[in-house]
């Protein structure tokens, strides 16, 4: 995907070189204890004038140091934070680390925390802040190894304390509060399918809300497999109604704080997903003051 900086704000950290480097093991960790607070960047002229446009986007290139972004992504299970940033790592040319991800793949490692995180995975519940901080880190220390900058978090923080722990080892430029009507949350959640050999993701559930009194009616057309994924799909175990549920509601009451934690320091840029892909993926590149050169030539062919 070739990515053009239309205004020269959010994409201007995408596109400058290396300067400094990603978090490391031993910053995370000495961070852990004693517990560190936050350095905080808020600003209270800036965040009274900007109430609902995060400061950061007209300040990033300062805030950004020469360097290639680093944001996150907050939102409720199902919301689609796993796909857009996903498609906006592959703009920028960042890596999009997931802490589900990289919970799942310790699972599947078999190794010593394996048997742990099963029985909290499945019963929706948040791994320890310590043991996210020690998978984050290490996929840091690799990616760092691999001469990666940047990175696009999905899934973290989680916890005002997994914010605070990030915000002591190195500066978040933006954070991407994704939302969707929550009767949308549940369905695509129990609609969503992994192809078992090539990861690849996707989602049956055909989302078609009518409107009513008032409300718009809202439509996301499913993401089919491609024919050679269509046998091979499963679905995470984690993904049944009542552990979605649970999900939800732990998402209310540990990580709906931390959405206040950036927003108070001017760093949260509100979402609201006005439908599937097609529809949602233009105007969050807009409110990014992003352009995505390949989707515009393949949508006008
Ligand atoms: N930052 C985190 N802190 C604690 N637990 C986490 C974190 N990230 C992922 N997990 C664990 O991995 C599970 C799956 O995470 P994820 O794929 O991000 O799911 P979701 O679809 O709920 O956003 C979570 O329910 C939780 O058990």
Request: proline residues 6%.
């Amino acid at each position: 995907m070739a990515v053009v900086n239309r205004c020269s704000r959010a994409a201007t950290a995408a596109t400058t070189a290396n300067a400094t480097t990603a978090p490391t093991f031993a910053y995370l960790i000495r961070s852990l204890s004693p517990f560190s607070s936050s350095s905080s960047t808020f600003d209270p002229q800036n965040d009274l004038n900007n109430r609902n446009k995060p400061a950061v986007l007209g300040t990033l290139k300062r805030e950004s140091k020469g360097r290639n972004v680093q944001w996150v992504f907050l939102g409720c299970p199902g919301v689609g934070k796993g796909t857009y940033a996903s498609r906006l790592s592959n703009l920028l040319g960042v890596p999009h680390i997931s802490t589900g991800d990289l919970v799942r793949d310790e699972l599947a490692s078999s190794g010593p925390l394996s048997s742990q995180l099963k029985e909290i995975v499945t019963q929706g519940k948040l791994v320890s802040d310590e043991i996210i901080i020690d998978l984050l880190s290490k996929r840091l220390e690799a990616g760092e190894a691999k001469g990666e900058s940047g990175f696009i978090l999905d899934g973290f923080p989680r916890t005002v304390r997994q914010a605070e722990i990030l915000e002591g080892v190195t500066d978040i430029d933006l954070v991407i509060n994704l939302k969707l009507r929550e009767e949308a949350l549940l369905a695509k959640c129990l609609g969503r399918r992994i192809c078992s050999e090539c990861g690849g993701n996707y989602n049956v559930a055909c989302i078609d809300i009518k409107a009513e009194n008032g409300r718009p009616g809202m439509y996301m057309a499913p993401l089919p497999p491609p024919p050679q994924c269509a046998s091979k799909l499963i679905t995470r175990p984690d993904d049944t109604e009542e552990v979605v549920k649970q999900r939800l509601r732990i998402y209310q009451a540990m990580t709906r704080p931390v959405e206040d934690f950036y927003r108070s320091r001017g760093k949260l840029l509100e979402f609201d997903l006005p439908g599937g892909i097609p529809e949602s993926w233009p105007k969050l590149l807009c409110a990014l003051n992003l352009e995505d050169r390949e989707d515009k030539q393949s949508a006008a062919a």
